[in-house]
């Protein structure tokens, strides 16, 4: 027996299999299972994949628990830590109980661009076993649309 969590796309743009995240350590899935999403050029919205509490909040990543108690986190772009906060926007708090699809930072990415950095954002189950989510879109996704599914073991 199982049930399922459905994680939504934090942010609009094209979908990425984490397996072609440019960053070993999520396409490696040694964080956890999912997908990442490549945001379309300008500034973009980052929503909340799932309902539930933001008990990390970075400028540049969260992490948001569900009522079950799973970790899904967020990380908007590939070294953007380097960055000091500078584009992100963070329009919710650390404690904050949030809405799937709530939005929690508004990001500014030329200073990501003008560093090099690829914007490509993994969403992924916090110590999930690799290949254990399953995408639900493909191509172009908006945020707060579903991305992938995770089939929660009982």
Same mark, same amino acid.
């Given at each position: 027996?199982?049930?399922?969590?459905? =994680?939504?796309? *934090?942010?609009? @743009?094209?979908?990425?299999?984490?397996?072609?995240? *440019?960053? *070993?350590?999520?396409? @490696?899935?040694?964080?956890?299972?999912?997908? &990442?999403?490549?945001?379309?050029? &300008?500034?973009?919205?980052?929503?909340? *994949?799932?309902?539930?509490?933001?008990?990390?909040?970075?400028?540049?990543?969260? =992490? =948001?628990?569900?009522?079950?108690? #799973? &970790?899904?986190?967020?990380?908007?772009?590939?070294?953007? =830590?380097?960055?000091?906060?500078?584009?992100?926007?963070?329009?919710?708090?650390?404690?904050?109980?949030? %809405?799937? @699809?709530?939005?929690?930072?508004?990001?500014?990415?030329? +200073?990501?661009? #003008?560093? &090099?950095?690829?914007?490509?954002?993994?969403?992924?189950?916090?110590?999930?076993?690799?290949?254990?989510?399953?995408?639900?879109? %493909?191509?172009?996704?908006?945020?707060? +649309?579903?991305?992938?599914?995770?089939?929660?073991?009982?």
């Amino acid at each position: 027996m199982s049930s399922e969590l459905v =994680v939504l796309a *934090p942010l609009s @743009g094209r979908v990425v299999p984490l397996s072609e995240v *440019p960053d *070993p350590v999520f396409s @490696g899935q040694m964080v956890g299972s999912g997908a &990442g999403v490549e945001p379309e050029p &300008g500034e973009f919205d980052v929503v909340s *994949p799932v309902a539930g509490k933001i008990v990390k909040l970075l400028p540049h990543a969260f =992490v =948001v628990v569900d009522p079950s108690g #799973r &970790g899904i986190l967020t990380h908007v772009g590939i070294d953007t =830590v380097k960055l000091g906060g500078e584009g992100f926007t963070l329009l919710a708090a650390k404690g904050d109980e949030v %809405e799937a @699809g709530g939005l929690v930072m508004r990001v500014d990415p030329a +200073a990501a661009l #003008r560093a &090099g950095y690829s914007l490509v954002s993994p969403v992924v189950v916090l110590d999930s076993k690799a290949d254990t989510a399953s995408l639900l879109a %493909e191509g172009q996704v908006a945020a707060g +649309a579903e991305l992938f599914s995770w089939a929660r073991p009982e």
